[in-house]
């Protein structure tokens, strides 16, 4: 049996990070990894975030949107089916931030995928510059993300004070009271910086497991306002994106915007675009595409696309 991780976290929390990490990890272990990134969105963006580890002997497949449930489940177990076959004795799925986790239990319950996957690790990401003031549909998200994790993995600690990891611990716990859920963190934390990560600790993340999805279901969830916005070819330079994005984060008529990524052409190559409410940052891309993606709850295409282009609203 092929053994399946899931890595959840909500929006912007770094699990692309997180999983190149895990990857190389796995990598120096001598195993054959394969990563499905699973989005609802029409472009994925991240699949060439990840395409460097192709050349180290990983499989990088993805489910990209445009279609609706039941076509993008049908895609979703095609690609599993294809990984399966192809020889990857570790698959490691990383979905878009609002994934219903629902699908992936599911999905693997079905012939044929039963009978070539067992589930390893459902790890959870988390930001440790979370916002207390979540709406409640990010907090369902967030509950029902954590409530199957084995472990919780809290970034970007080396960037806040201290206690800030033990507050997102105790917001997430929290939520998951909240929800109905009796999933608690305790002892099931790692909250180093993730350069001082070593090999202990992603043994201790590769075997934590999972626990059975416990949280109150909420109906309708698909109409949540959760929603991507795509802005291809606009021409905008790294200067101007930096001036106009952060203003996205701060505008109520822009909707309530959680991420912003992508990439823009610079002296002939890419850099990749990759903004929170905390902060814009470009990093050089070896592969790219002329477009910005806005992520957030109830998003306003016009507004946002006029503060992108520096207009007034």
Known sequence: MIKIDLITGFLGSGKTTFLKKYVRYLLRKGQRPGILVNDYGAVNVDTMLLSEL?????????????????????????????????????????????????????????????????????IAVADVNMSGELSAGAGYILSSQACVAGILVVSKTQLAGSGAAEDTVALINALLQAHGSRRRFTDDVITKPWDELNDADFERIESSGYHSPDFTKLVNTDESGFKSLYFMKTGLSADELEKTVPSLFDSPECGRVFRVKGFVKSDGGWLELNALRDGTSFAPAEYGQDIIIVIGENPDKNMISKKLQGQSC
């Open 54 to 122: 192709e050349e180290e002997n990983c499989l990088v497949e993805s489910v990209a949107g445009a279609c609706d449930r039941d076509c993008h489940q049908r895609r979703f177990k095609t690609k599993l089916i294809a990984l399966a076959m192809s020889g990857c004795d570790r698959v490691l799925i990383e979905p878009s931030g609002v994934f219903d986790v629902d699908e992936f239990f599911d999905s693997l319950y079905e012939d044929p995928l039963d009978r070539w996957y067992e589930i390893g690790s459902v």
